[in-house]
T-cell receptor, first 113, second 118 residues
Framework: AQSVAQPEDQVNVAEGNPLTVKCTYS??????LFWYVQYPNRGLQFLLK??????LVKGSYGFEAEFNKSQTSFHLKKPSALVSDSALYFC???????????FGAGTRLAVHP | GAVVSQHPSRVICKSGTSVKIECRSL??????MFWYRQFPKKSLMLMAT?????????EQGVEKDKFLINHASLTLSTLTVTSAHPEDSSFYIC??????????????FGPGTRLTVL
């Protein structure tokens, strides 16, 4: 079955430190990969996506993600975390030729002052 | 960027009543919209894919007669929760794809609707 795994329920980071939120997937072919962020009682906001090309993708608010085909991973990163980055982050995958997004379980990022 | 709105943002209703939630694409035409349900501190569960001018495609385990979806125009899809019960209380989120965007890869999400059934 096709799936997306976010192995960490929560990631805690001190403000100013780099952060990584992990995502791996089990999907056939070369899927489209996405990261979304959700603030409390809000919908999802798009951060970035990987379609093809350079493995390092830069997105909104200073976030970037690294695609690793051999490890089927798409980890979200930021060089210097802000307290305002605290939110729920979702990795999502859309197999090519399909309409649907497959979401990971979400990782709560807590950035401490 | 593409904007998707939802109305209402929050609704409280009595058990046994029906509630309609609207999802609108504000600056693009969406032939396909998606309805998700999110439980507290949980991921999004796709309920159905709404297709303009045709019947919605429901995911396994989602009751078609319970969650009625109508995609009457290229900018509006509605989700009606019929005979709502407390277990239907949840955060409902819609999304839409903009077929006019190159690559057509991205879904744009609405802000969500918090449904509370008493």
């Amino acid at each position: 079955a096709q799936s997306v795994a976010q192995p960490e329920d929560q990631v805690n980071v001190a403000e100013g430190n780099p952060l990584t939120v992990k995502c791996t997937y089990s999907v056939s072919g070369n899927p489209y990969l996405f990261w979304y962020v959700q603030y409390p009682n809000r919908g999802l906001q798009f951060l970035l996506k990987y379609i093809t090309g350079d493995n390092l993708v830069k997105g909104s608010y200073g976030f970037e993600a690294e695609f690793n085909k051999s490890q089927t991973s798409f980890h979200l990163k930021k060089p210097s975390a802000l307290v305002s980055d605290s939110a729920l982050y979702f990795c999502a995958v859309r197999p090519r030729g399909y309409n649907k997004l497959i979401f990971g379980a979400g990782t709560r990022l807590a950035v401490h002052p | 960027g593409a904007v998707v709105s939802q109305h209402p943002s929050r609704v409280i209703c009595k058990s046994g009543t029906s509630v309609k939630i609207e999802c609108r694409s504000l600056d693009f035409q969406a032939t396909t919209m998606f309805w998700y349900r999110q439980f507290p501190k949980k991921s999004l569960m796709l309920m159905a894919t709404s297709n303009e001018g045709s019947k919605a495609t429901y995911e396994q385990g989602v009751e078609k007669d319970k969650f009625l979806i109508n995609h009457a125009s290229l900018t509006l899809s509605t989700l009606t929760v019929t005979s709502a019960h407390p277990e239907d209380s949840s955060f409902y989120i819609c999304s839409a794809r903009d077929p006019g965007l190159a690559g057509n890869n991205e879904q744009f999400f609405g802000p969500g609707t918090r449904l509370t059934v008493l």
